[in-house]
């Protein structure tokens, strides 16, 4: 079993940054991946970024060129450096993590761009 415990979530105005971090813990788990979804109201989940064990990422085009997702191995935590954010990046954002077992996700952080 996979715990994931997700943090930075809030409040930014447009054009602001917000840094979201997502640290993975439990016995016995190799992470292929770890990316972030997010979710806005009446809308379904998407993806956002990910990056695999070896460090290859992928964007979504709408957040490319300004976010950045990153990864420290050795404390199996991935994190995601949101600039330049926009209204329409608000949305609930969820951690997700594929390991050798099975996909785990994080329990959301509310992320809000709002002047």
């Known amino acids: 079993q996979v715990q994931l415990v997700e943090s930075g979530g809030g409040l930014a105005q447009p054009g602001g940054s917000l840094k979201l971090s997502c640290a993975a813990s439990?016995?016995?788990?190799?992470?292929?991946?770890m990316g972030w979804y997010r979710q806005a109201p009446g809308k379904q989940r998407e993806l956002v970024a990910y990056i695999t064990n070896r460090g290859r990422t992928n964007y979504a085009d709408a957040v490319k060129g300004r976010f950045t997702i990153s990864r420290d191995n050795a404390k199996n935590t991935a994190y995601l450096q949101m600039d330049s954010l926009k209204p329409e990046d608000t949305a609930v954002y969820y951690c997700?993590?594929?390991?050798?077992?099975?996909?785990?996700w994080g329990q959301g952080t509310q992320v809000t761009v709002s002047s």
């Open positions: 997700n993590v594929d390991t050798s077992g099975a996909n785990y």
């Open positions: 439990g016995n016995n788990f190799d992470i292929f991946a």
